[in-house]
């Protein structure tokens, strides 16, 4: 049987990839063979291309281009790492995926929603995620996680867009859940971290449930 698709969305410094780690981590406790991977990224050629974006060195081309660049290093991703696992039936964990691209360069970079379907059709095929978590925080929260994640780093292309950049990201999320409710799900990710973590694992069983047990501790001699 084909594994589960579950993709993690948010802003900057909503906690997608520490909750995207954890969630993989307690369904391997639960003897579920589950990858952990991410976009843009995930794959050798899609890394790559994740330099490119994330340095801004494609910025001055342009939204559309950039849409481009996130759907090429996508297909390798789709076709390299999710597709096999699927079809082993391992589960796939990816932090981030279409609605990244969807929000980002379609909401915010005003890139043709009719472009943004046609690079979902070719890349994403029957990828398409089962759940899509979406991590919803105030955007000055958000900023202010990630700022102090960086440490003294420099922001990367998309971290040093404007705080009114990311409140419309926040808008633009909450508008897609509402178009899709049977995939995508708005987690309350202001709250304390075990509290997330508990209505990530509520949203899973939900839709996916009854999961194994984790396996009883081999008694200590
Ligand atoms: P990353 O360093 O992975 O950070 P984050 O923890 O925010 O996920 O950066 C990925 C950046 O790329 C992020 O700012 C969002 C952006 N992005 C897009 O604009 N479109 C896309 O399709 C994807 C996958 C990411």
Request: neutral net charge; hydrophobic residues 40%.
């Amino acid at each position: 049987m084909r594994g589960r698709f579950i993709t993690f969305e948010g802003g900057e410094g909503s906690g997608k990839s520490s909750h995207a780690a954890r969630l993989a981590e307690r369904l391997r406790g639960r003897g579920i063979d589950t990858v952990l991977t991410r976009e843009p990224g995930g794959s050798a050629g899609a890394e790559i291309i994740r330099h490119v974006l994330l340095s801004g060195a494609a910025k001055p081309l342009g939204a559309e281009t950039e849409a481009i660049l996130f759907a090429a290093a996508r297909d390798d991703h789709v076709r390299s790492t999710i597709v096999p696992a699927l079809a082993k039936g391992e589960w796939v964990i990816c932090d981030r995926f279409i609605d990244s691209t969807r929000v980002y360069q379609g909401s915010l970079g005003d890139v043709d929603p009719r472009l943004i379907r046609s690079l979902e059709r070719v890349t994403v095929g029957e990828a398409v995620p089962d759940l899509t978590l979406i991590m919803d925080v105030p955007a000055e929260i958000g900023l202010a996680r990630a700022a102090k994640r960086r440490g003294g780093a420099a922001p990367d292309r998309f971290e040093s867009e404007t705080l009114e950049f990311h409140d419309r990201l926040r808008h633009a999320y909450a508008a897609l859940a509402k178009v899709e409710p049977e995939r995508c799900v708005l987690i309350d990710a202001s709250q304390p971290m075990p509290q997330v973590t508990d209505d990530i694992w509520t949203e899973v069983a939900k839709r996916f449930g009854p999961l194994r047990a984790a396996p009883a501790r081999a008694a200590v001699p």
